[in-house]
C-alpha cells in the first residue's frame, strides 16, 4: 500500500514536468524579444558609423521588364530597283553601311541604255525637222499655197514626234540621265544608280556582274529618321500597357547606357505566340542605332504614393525582412516591415505596428547593430 511520502513525491514530479515546458517557453520569448532590443555604449555607437532617417513618403512607380528590338516603320524602308534592267557592274555596299542621298550606290551597263541615249538624240533631231517644216507648211498655207492636207500631215508630224521626245526623255530621267546634258559626245554604256535617301544598308541583293530585270530588288535602304524600339509585350501584360508611358532602354551590348521612350503606339491584336508590341518614340536617338538591334526596356506602369527607405535600412534575418528604429538615446529595435518595390535606390516598405513616417530609422551599416543584437542574444543564451 502506498504511503502519504510517496503520493507526495509523485504530485511533486508530475508538477514539475507540467510546468518545465511552459517556463522554457515564457524564457524563449523573453529571449527574442531581448533579442530585438539593444542599447549601445557611446563607443560602440560611434564605431558603428551608422547614419538615421526617417522614411519619407514620395512617388514610386511599378515597373515591367520586357525585351524588344528596333525596328523601323513600312514607309521608311525604300527598295532601289533599275527601271531598265542591265548587268551590275560595280558595287561597294554592304549591309550596315551609312549612305548619303544622291551618293552612287551602283552602276549599271548595257546596251539598251546605248540605244535609249541613242533614240532620244535622234528624236531630237527629227524634231528640230519637223518643226521647220511645220512653220513652213503654216507658212504656205496661209498663203494659200500648199493644200490643207499637206499642213494637217505636218502638224501631226512634228506634234507625234514632241510626243516621242518627251516619252524618251521621261526614260532617260528615269534612270538618271539628264536630258539636256545628253549629247552625242557623252552617250555612255553605263549608268549610276544613286541613293535616294540618306540612310543605312539593310540588304544587298545582288552580285557584280549579275543581270538584274527592271522588277529586281537589288538593294534595300532604310532611312533612320524614324527608327524606334519595338517591346515584345506578353498577353497578360498588354492591359497594363498604354500610350505615352515612359519607358528605359539599354542596348544588350552598352547595357551601362540608358535612353528614354515615350510609347507612342500599342498593338493590340494578339498574335500566334500569345504576345503584342508596343512602339516607343527615342527621346534622344543613340548615334549609333540600327535596325535590329536586340535591347532591354523597363516600362513605368503605375504612379503610386508610398512610405520608402534607402534599399540599405533593410535587414534580413531568419526569413524576414526588418528596420532597425531609434527606440531611445543609443537604444535600438527590429521593427519587421513588409517591402514593395524598388526605385532608383529607393524601397517601399510598411509596418503593422508601427507608423514608419514617426520613426527615424538607420540607414547605413544596419547589419552592424542587427549583428550587436545577435552577439548579445547569443552570449546571454550561452550565460544561461
Not at 555604449?41 to 524588344?68: C, D, F, S, Y
Not at 511645220?134 to 504656205?140: A, D, P
Not at 500648199?146 to 521621261?170: G, I, M, N, Y
Not at 547589419?367 to 544561461?384: R, W
Amino acid at each position: 500500500m502506498m504511503n502519504h511520502t510517496h503520493v507526495l513525491l509523485l504530485l511533486l514530479l508530475l508538477f514539475a514536468g507540467c510546468s518545465t515546458p511552459h517556463s522554457e517557453e515564457h524564457h524563449e520569448a523573453s529571449a527574442e524579444q531581448e533579442a530585438s532590443v539593444i542599447t549601445l555604449t557611446e563607443e560602440q555607437v560611434k564605431n558603428a558609423a551608422i547614419t538615421i532617417a526617417a522614411p519619407v513618403r514620395q512617388r514610386m512607380h511599378t515597373t515591367l521588364k520586357v525585351n524588344g528590338v528596333i525596328d523601323v516603320p513600312p514607309q521608311n524602308i525604300v527598295s532601289v530597283s533599275f527601271p531598265l534592267g542591265g548587268y551590275l557592274k560595280t558595287t561597294q555596299l554592304l549591309p550596315g553601311m551609312h549612305v548619303n542621298k544622291g551618293q552612287v550606290i551602283g552602276i549599271i551597263e548595257d546596251q539598251d541604255l546605248v540605244q535609249l541615249q541613242q533614240d532620244y538624240l535622234v528624236a531630237i533631231a527629227r524634231l528640230q525637222y519637223l518643226q521647220q517644216e511645220y512653220e513652213r507648211q503654216k507658212e504656205l498655207n496661209q498663203h494659200q499655197v500648199s493644200a490643207d492636207k499637206v499642213f494637217q500631215q505636218a502638224t501631226a508630224d512634228f506634234t507625234a514626234q514632241k510626243v516621242l521626245v518627251k516619252a524618251l526623255a521621261e526614260k532617260l530621267r528615269l534612270i538618271g540621265i539628264d536630258p539636256a546634258r545628253l549629247n552625242e559626245s557623252n552617250i555612255s554604256r553605263s549608268v549610276p544608280i544613286y541613293s535616294p535617301i540618306n540612310g543605312f544598308v539593310s540588304k544587298v541583293n545582288v552580285n557584280i556582274g549579275k543581270f538584274v530585270s527592271p522588277t529586281d530588288v537589288l538593294f534595300e535602304l532604310i532611312n533612320p529618321d524614324d527608327m524606334h524600339a519595338a517591346l515584345t509585350i506578353f498577353e497578360k501584360d498588354m492591359p497594363r500597357v498604354k500610350i505615352g508611358q515612359q519607358v528605359f532602354v539599354s542596348f544588350v551590348d552598352e547595357p551601362e547606357s540608358r535612353y528614354e521612350c515615350d510609347i507612342i503606339l500599342v498593338t493590340r491584336n494578339v498574335g500566334a505566340d500569345r504576345s503584342g508590341i508596343a512602339h516607343c518614340h527615342f527621346e534622344t536617338k543613340p548615334k549609333t542605332l540600327l535596325p535590329g538591334m536586340f535591347l532591354n526596356a523597363t516600362i513605368r506602369i503605375d504612379d503610386m504614393e508610398a512610405v520608402t527607405v534607402p534599399e540599405e535600412a533593410l535587414v534580413r534575418y531568419g526569413g524576414r525582412q526588418y528596420l532597425i528604429r531609434v527606440a531611445g538615446d543609443r537604444t535600438y529595435e527590429l521593427v519587421e516591415v513588409e517591402t514593395g518595390i524598388r526605385e532608383n535606390g529607393l524601397l517601399v516598405v510598411s509596418s503593422s505596428t508601427h507608423d514608419l513616417l514617426k520613426e527615424q530609422v538607420v540607414v547605413k551599416n544596419a547589419y552592424t547593430i542587427l549583428g550587436a543584437m545577435k552577439n548579445k542574444s547569443g552570449e546571454e543564451g550561452h550565460a544561461h
